[in-house]
């Protein structure tokens, strides 16, 4: 339940507009239980049962009950029979059912309305909390494992809460209004025929619970498996030059089927208790309205009848009206169960507190003045250290090269500096002040990364350089397209710079795409750079396109640089050679070269390759 109203406190307006929710759905309650109340006097006029001789009660003064009600009524309509006679009086009494359906239906679309207003806020409002949330949380959030489910948390979660929201605000918080309300009716009707419904009627609720009760883990298990599927084919899609090369389809197609057959056992069984509550409900229905007939009958039929026939069908007749609020109140309470299933997928990543955040009192970076310090600094994604103990200095101005066998700690020893994690032990300085004091926006503001798979959006070529900055002029971008050795290929497509360039940038070579990547960090213009192989992934042509634009790129700057290429860092002011998460060896290039040691058999192998 408080999850439900955390759902709900999603909307805009929320009190006025369910105050306005319930209201209209009362009117429109009421004025449907009027018109049926109404085949009472109905059958009445038809079977002369308006008694000619019967003294006109005259009208009481105002208060607010069924019999005020009741007794206005008999004055207007014992007055019509007994001046016009019975068809005039039947006359009386179809206008009022007609203008009572009216109203009432009236009402229901207003409510109606009232709902739709409500669950749509809702589900953008609640897709942008998520949006902003996520996308705030620390990189180790995204691991490829967890895309998937976020993918389907924010669609199919979502989804099932819009349902539950539309289905509950009918089900769950109307139906219940409807039965007071048409209880209320009828026990003005007869006191002790509803005292005898009252009996029976639990026995339905606590059969229709029970099913409920056993939905609830399955529709968990259900919104899991959607979410493994999606990243199945977020994988297989992006993938699937590799997957074709690999003849790999049959195996994925393997991997899908497990899991679809997975979901569609979960939602076998889920359905199957699901569609049990339906006919469960109507069949202990019909069976209460058995034993009512039973019951009701006798007092209608035995000796001294205490039982008005007419009176006695139009119990019947509001009664009925009860069962399908009552089916939807079940129908209404299992899908609750599956929206709240999905509400607690969604708030889990809501609350979720970035592992990286700014402290309250966190200074501003304004300039970089001086120097980039690791001290001590260890670092574990789990428990195993990745970075053992780093000590480091990056200079204003100078270039540091990180080199050493793969899987040695270098990508995460430079994530460390734009501050994507922050160290388990130690700390980094930015300017004596370590990081963890500083905004992290302005912090990342003095710094940009290129990284070996470039990240462009499916976007042009203006929008993907100018990423995140749409108000820059196209000068500014042809400039840094310029220096990123960029401007040239972008003229040759189609469009020039409003090139669209698919998803991904698939529409581009490797080094195309990497030289973007250049540009957007030329036009961020930082003072300091992080370049993770930047280069590696190209063929040397390109790549010696994209490193003379790295070269342009670093002019002036501090730079972090990691290269596979070990003669591309060869001017680099020190070098430092990391494996298994430790420095080995430091120095320049030809500090290096004369040592007999690991930067030099990596050269070596380079050289012979
Ligand atoms: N997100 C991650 N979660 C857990 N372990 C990781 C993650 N990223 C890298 N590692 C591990 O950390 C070690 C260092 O990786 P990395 O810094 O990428 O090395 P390099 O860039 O030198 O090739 C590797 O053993 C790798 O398996
Ligand atoms: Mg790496």
Same mark, same amino acid.
């Not at 979960?266 to 209460?288: D, Q």
């Not at 007092?299 to 609020?325: K, R």
């Not at 969604?346 to 001086?370: G, H, R, W, Y």
């Given at each position: 339940?408080?999850?439900?109203?955390?759902?709900?406190?999603?909307?805009?307006?929320?009190?006025?507009?369910?105050?306005?929710?319930?209201?209209?759905?009362?009117?429109?309650?009421?004025?449907?239980?009027?018109?049926?109340?109404?085949?009472?006097?109905?059958?009445?006029?038809?079977?002369?049962?308006?008694?000619?001789?019967?003294? #006109?009660?005259?009208?009481?003064?105002?208060?607010?009950?069924?019999?005020?009600?009741?007794?206005?009524?008999?004055?207007?309509?014992?007055?019509?029979?007994?001046?016009?006679?019975?068809?005039?009086?039947?006359?009386?009494?179809?206008?009022?059912?007609?203008?009572?359906?009216?109203?009432? =239906?009236?009402?229901?679309?207003?409510?109606?309305?009232?709902?739709?207003?409500?669950?749509?806020?809702?589900?953008?409002?609640?897709?942008?909390?998520?949006?902003?949330?996520?996308?705030?949380?620390?990189?180790?959030?995204?691991?490829?494992?967890?895309?998937?489910?976020?993918?389907?948390?924010?669609?199919?979660?979502?989804?099932?809460?819009?349902?539950?929201?539309?289905?509950?605000?009918?089900?769950?918080?109307?139906?219940?209004?409807?039965?007071?309300?048409? &209880?209320?009716?009828?026990?003005?009707?007869? /006191?002790?025929?509803?005292?005898?419904?009252?009996?029976?009627?639990?026995?339905?609720?606590?059969?229709?619970?029970?099913?409920?009760?056993?939905?609830?883990?399955?529709?968990?298990?259900?919104?899991?498996?959607?979410?493994?599927?999606?990243?199945?084919?977020?994988?297989?899609?992006?993938?699937?030059?590799?997957?074709?090369?690999?003849?790999?389809?049959?195996?994925?197609?393997?991997?899908?089927?497990?899991?679809?057959?997975?979901?569609?056992?979960?939602?076998?069984?889920?359905?199957?208790?699901?569609?049990?509550?339906? /006919?469960?409900?109507?069949?202990?229905?019909?069976? #209460?309205?058995?034993?009512?007939?039973?019951?009701?009958?006798?007092?209608?039929?035995?000796?001294?009848?205490?039982?008005?026939?007419?009176?006695?069908?139009?119990?019947?007749?509001?009664? *009925?009206?009860?069962?399908?609020?009552?089916?939807?109140?079940?129908?209404?309470?299992?899908?609750?169960?599956?929206?709240?299933?999905?509400?607690?997928?969604?708030?889990?990543?809501?609350?979720?507190?970035?592992?990286?955040? =700014?402290?309250?009192?966190?200074?501003?970076?304004?300039?970089?003045?001086?120097?980039?310090?690791?001290?001590?600094?260890?670092?574990?994604?789990?428990?195993?250290?990745?970075?053992?103990?780093?000590?480091?200095?990056?200079?204003?101005?100078?270039?540091?090269?990180?080199?050493?066998?793969?899987?040695?700690?270098?990508?995460?020893?430079?994530?460390?500096?734009?501050?994507?994690?922050?160290?388990?032990?130690?700390?980094?300085?930015?300017?004596?002040?370590?990081?963890?004091?500083?905004?992290?926006?302005?912090?990342?503001?003095?710094?940009?990364?290129?990284?070996?798979?470039?990240?462009?959006?499916?976007?042009?070529?203006?929008?993907?350089?100018?990423?995140?900055? /749409?108000?820059?002029?196209?000068?500014?971008?042809?400039?840094?397209?310029?220096?990123?050795?960029?401007?040239? &290929?972008?003229?040759?497509?189609?469009?020039?710079?409003?090139?669209?360039?698919?998803?991904?940038?698939?529409?581009?070579?490797?080094?195309?795409?990497?030289?973007?990547?250049?540009?957007?960090?030329?036009?961020?213009?930082? /003072?300091?750079?992080?370049?993770?192989? *930047?280069?590696?992934?190209?063929?040397?042509?390109?790549?010696?396109?994209?490193?003379?634009?790295?070269?342009?790129?670093?002019?002036?700057?501090?730079?972090?640089?990691?290269?596979?290429?070990?003669?591309?860092?060869?001017?680099?002011?020190?070098?430092?050679?990391?494996?298994?998460?430790?420095?080995?060896?430091?120095?320049?290039?030809?500090?290096?070269?004369?040592?007999?040691?690991?930067?030099?058999?990596?050269?070596?192998?380079?050289?012979?390759?």
């Amino acid at each position: 339940m408080k999850i439900f109203l955390r759902i709900l406190s999603f909307a805009n307006n929320i009190g006025r507009r369910l105050a306005f929710f319930f209201l209209y759905s009362i009117l429109g309650i009421v004025f449907g239980a009027f018109n049926i109340v109404l085949v009472i006097p109905m059958l009445k006029s038809l079977f002369d049962q308006g008694k000619k001789e019967a003294t #006109i009660p005259p009208i009481p003064g105002f208060s607010f009950s069924t019999d005020y009600l009741v007794t206005v009524f008999n004055h207007y309509y014992l007055t019509i029979i007994q001046n016009y006679g019975r068809l005039n009086s039947l006359l009386f009494v179809i206008a009022l059912i007609v203008l009572t359906v009216v109203l009432a =239906n009236l009402f229901r679309y207003l409510e109606r309305i009232m709902a739709t207003k409500i669950r749509v806020d809702l589900v953008k409002n609640i897709r942008m909390e998520i949006f902003k949330k996520v996308s705030l949380l620390h990189i180790g959030y995204f691991n490829n494992e967890r895309k998937g489910d976020l993918i389907s948390r924010f669609t199919n979660d979502v989804m099932e809460v819009e349902n539950a929201v539309m289905n509950s605000l009918k089900a769950v918080l109307k139906e219940p209004v409807t039965i007071v309300v048409y &209880f209320f009716v009828l026990f003005s009707i007869s /006191p002790k025929l509803t005292l005898f419904t009252l009996l029976v009627l639990p026995l339905t609720g606590g059969v229709l619970a029970e099913i409920i009760k056993r939905l609830k883990k399955q529709a968990v298990a259900s919104q899991e498996s959607l979410g493994r599927i999606v990243n199945i084919l977020d994988e297989t899609f992006s993938g699937m030059r590799v997957v074709k090369a690999f003849n790999a389809r049959n195996f994925l197609i393997d991997k899908i089927e497990k899991e679809s057959s997975f979901y569609r056992k979960v939602n076998k069984s889920m359905s199957y208790k699901n569609e049990l509550a339906s /006919p469960v409900s109507e069949i202990l229905g019909v069976l #209460i309205i058995a034993g009512i007939i039973f019951f009701g009958g006798n007092m209608v039929l035995s000796e001294n009848s205490t039982l008005d026939a007419a009176v006695f069908l139009g119990f019947i007749a509001v009664f *009925a009206q009860i069962i399908q609020p009552a089916k939807n109140f079940s129908n209404g309470i299992t899908a609750l169960q599956k929206g709240t299933a999905s509400a607690k997928r969604i708030f889990e990543m809501i609350d979720s507190q970035p592992a990286i955040q =700014n402290k309250p009192d966190a200074t501003v970076l304004k300039t970089f003045v001086n120097e980039i310090e690791f001290k001590n600094v260890s670092f574990a994604y789990d428990t195993d250290l990745v970075l053992k103990n780093i000590n480091l200095t990056i200079k204003k101005g100078k270039t540091v090269a990180l080199v050493g066998p793969s899987g040695g700690g270098k990508s995460t020893l430079a994530d460390l500096v734009p501050r994507f994690y922050d160290p388990t032990q130690g700390e980094v300085l930015l300017d004596g002040k370590s990081l963890k004091d500083y905004d992290i926006e302005s912090l990342r503001r003095q710094m940009g990364v290129v990284t070996q798979e470039s990240i462009l959006f499916n976007d042009t070529i203006f929008n993907n350089i100018a990423f995140g900055n /749409p108000s820059i002029s196209e000068e500014t971008v042809v400039q840094a397209a310029k220096i990123a050795n960029a401007h040239d &290929f972008i003229m040759q497509t189609e469009n020039g710079y409003q090139t669209l360039i698919g998803e991904r940038g698939s529409k581009l070579s490797g080094g195309q795409r990497q030289r973007l990547s250049i540009a957007r960090a030329v036009l961020k213009n930082p /003072p300091i750079l992080i370049l993770d192989e *930047a280069t590696s992934a190209l063929d040397s042509e390109s790549e010696k396109l994209v490193q003379e634009a790295l070269y342009n790129l670093m002019k002036n700057r501090t730079s972090l640089v990691i290269a596979h290429r070990l003669s591309t860092i060869q001017h680099a002011d020190e070098i430092i050679v990391v494996q298994q998460g430790e420095i080995a060896e430091r120095g320049t290039h030809e500090d290096l070269n004369n040592r007999n040691g690991l930067y030099k058999k990596l050269v070596e192998i380079q050289k012979t390759s």
